[in-house]
Structures are given as C-alpha cells and as structure tokens.
C-alpha cells in the first residue's frame, strides 16, 4: 500500500542554521508533492508545489527538492527564524494520479531555538 | 484562513447522538474537502466535493454523511457519534487541483 514517512522526532536546531526536513514515500508515482505548515490549534497552510519533472522549486528562504529514483523529498529553510517553529507536512496525491485528492504525511515538528 | 470557516469550532457530544459541522467559504472555489486529524495518523480525508450534488469518498468515510446544496456550504454529518469520531476535523478548498486553503478547524469530542 502507499506510504508517506515523515519524521516523527521534531527537529531542533539553533537560529540562523538549515532546517532540513525529510519526506520519503513508498509505493507511489506522485505527479507532484506539496508541503503545509501546521502550526499548533490551526490549520494547515500551503507553501510549495513541486511537480515530478521539476528537481528544486524556491520560495524566498524555502527551498524543496523532488527525487523521484529515491521517492524523497527534502525541505529546507536557510537562515531558520522561532517564527519558523511549527509542524512542516508533506502531500502526494491520492493513488498515484494528478488530482485534487492528498495524502498527508504525519509532519515533522521543527523547533527553532534563539 | 482564505475565507473558510467552520461551525462550531467546539463541540462535544455524547455517543449515539447526531453531529453536523459546517463548512463555508466565501472564495467560491469548486472543491471542497473534510479532513480528520489525530495524533498518530495525521491528517486522512472523510470526503470531498466536486461540485454542488457531487461528493464522494475519501479513506475514511465509514460513519459520515457529506451534503453539498451550495457552492460556499459543505456540511459534515455524523449520523450516530462513536467516541472514535473525537477528533479535530478541518474542513479545506481549492479551485483546481494542487494547493488546498485550509479552515480553522472544529474540535469534537464524544464522550
């Protein structure tokens, strides 16, 4: 069956560092991915797209990439801000076709510490 | 919140009784979609709309009921609550595929 693996530890690093989250995805041939923020009583808000034939996307201090060999995807955010402390999820598209059904991934809660 | 929001934002309720959550935006997007989220699952899909009368199922669809009669409202029926509906739902929308714009949720617990 299709699966999204997200990790479930959060992520602490110190202000100004990368943040690097990880997505790794099983059993799936998504036309694109997506990542959310979440953050805590909230819900969640859209930051990128990256389709199957784009290798990196950017968005100001985000960046994303897309292997498709590796069924992974990594999400970074240069010069990290403790506004950036939130819970980060990755999307795929349901059953490997391009439409509007997701499936989500657990998120990975990043904590950023001044 | 990309002009969506959900009623009640709180709700709880006792087993076996009926629960209806609304939807409603005010972007006059054509899809519509509730979602589940709990601690170890993340966020699955109940349902989802297409347009006005159409809907169908998401990955957890057993015990709701869905109803689309406008473009802005999208209710979410529990027909008998089971203390396994505690959950946090969001409601969510988009225009075409890709991005979806999410609500501010609804807690509901069953007790």
């Known amino acids: 069956s299709q699966k999204i693996e997200q990790n479930s530890e959060a992520l602490n690093i110190q202000e100004g560092k990368t943040a690097t989250l990880t997505c790794n995805y099983t059993?799936?041939?998504?036309?694109?991915l997506q990542w959310y923020r979440q953050d805590p009583g909230r819900g969640p808000v859209f930051l990128l797209l990256?389709?199957?034939?784009?290798k990196e996307k950017r968005k100001e201090r985000l960046k994303v990439t897309f292997d498709t060999t590796l069924k992974q995807s990594l999400f970074h955010i240069t010069a990290s801000q403790p506004a950036d402390s939130a819970t980060y999820l990755c999307?795929?598209?349901?059953?490997?076709?391009?439409?509007?059904?997701?499936?989500f991934g657990g998120g990975t809660r990043l904590m950023v510490k001044p | 919140d990309a002009g969506i929001t959900q009623s009640p934002r709180h709700k709880v309720t006792e087993t076996g009784t009926p629960v209806t959550l609304r939807c409603h935006q005010t972007?006059?997007?054509?899809?519509m979609y509730w979602y589940r989220q709990d601690p170890g699952h993340g966020l699955r899909l109940i349902h989802y709309?297409?347009?006005?009368?159409?809907?169908d199922k998401g990955e957890v669809s057993d015990g709701y009921s869905v109803s689309r009669s406008k473009t802005e409202d999208f209710l979410l029926t529990l027909e008998s609550a089971t203390s396994s509906q505690t959950s946090v739902y969001f409601c969510?929308?988009?225009?075409?595929?890709?991005?979806?714009?999410f609500g501010p949720g609804t807690r509901l617990t069953v007790t």
């Open positions: 999307a795929l598209p349901m059953n490997n076709n391009a439409g509007n059904m997701l499936t």
């Open positions: 709309s297409y347009g006005v009368k159409d809907t």
């Open positions: 969510a929308i988009s225009e075409g595929r890709y991005e979806q714009y």
């Open positions: 059993n799936y041939s998504p036309a694109y």
């Open positions: 990256i389709r199957e034939n784009e």
């Open positions: 972007e006059n997007h054509r899809y």
